[in-house]
């Protein structure tokens, strides 16, 4: 079946430091995928997408690439402010026993500090 | 466009009571989830629906129900809340026409305490 798996938190950064959060997948298919973020107190809001390998999903400062090869969309930005503490989720897309049932990882925390 | 809304956005129930969490969408979305959130952990699916009278179990069913009478609507009904489903509950919609799969919008979320 389909899982995502997601570096474990918190990760706690200084304003302004380079961010990555690790995500890589198994899939059958050809699912789209998906970095989802979560402020406090609020539901889940789509931070990117991709939806064929290669594709670079971009959104605030934020990327990830699908890389089919190493079935990995890492998350990065180049220099997080203190805005950007939230917790954030790895997703795939894709049928799942006939019906479309994403797949989440667990979430990673970023905090970042000023 | 309203997206999902959720009502109430917060409740405390005794252990025993009932209740249902309303879940409307305005975006014409075949599909609908109901999810729970323990704190610090991740989402777990409870139920989801492909469409009006169309309803089916996610991971964690026991103790809830669903219908779908109309495709903007997606109650959750609680019977005999226990203290185990303290949680917050998120509701979510998409519009899956490919097998890719397309983005979920979210509610706000239920805050519940069960005591």
């Known amino acids: 079946g389909n899982s995502v798996t997601q570096m474990e938190g918190p990760v706690t950064l200084s304003e302004e430091a380079f961010l990555t959060i690790n995500c890589t997948y198994t899939?059958?298919?050809?699912?789209?995928l998906f970095w989802y973020v979560q402020y406090p107190g609020e539901g889940l809001q789509l931070l990117l997408k991709?939806?064929?390998?290669?594709d670079k999903g971009s959104n605030k400062g934020f990327e990830a690439t699908y890389r089919k090869e190493t079935t990995s969309f890492h998350l990065e930005k180049g220099s997080v402010q203190v805005s950007d503490s939230a917790v954030y989720f790895c997703a795939l897309g894709g049928r799942s026993g006939g019906s479309y049932i994403p797949t989440f990882g667990r979430g990673t925390s970023l905090i970042v500090h000023p | 466009n309203a997206g999902v809304t959720q009502t109430p956005k917060f409740r405390i129930l005794k252990i025993g009571q009932s209740m249902t969490l309303q879940c409307t969408q305005d975006?014409?979305?075949?599909?609908m989830y109901w999810y729970r959130q323990d704190p610090g952990m991740g989402l777990k699916l409870i139920y989801y629906s492909v469409g009006a009278g169309i309803t089916d179990k996610g991971e964690v069913p026991n103790g809830y129900n669903v219908s779908r009478s109309t495709t903007e609507d997606f109650p959750l009904r609680l019977e005999l809340a226990a203290p185990s489903q303290t949680s917050v509950y998120f509701c979510?919609?998409?519009?899956?026409?490919?097998?890719?799969?397309?983005?979920?919008?979210f509610g706000p979320g239920t805050r519940l305490t069960v005591t």
């Open positions: 979510a919609s998409s519009y899956s026409h490919s097998n890719s799969g397309n983005e979920q919008y």
């Open positions: 975006m014409n979305h075949n599909y």
């Open positions: 899939a059958t298919g050809y699912p789209s």
């Open positions: 991709a939806t064929k390998a290669d």
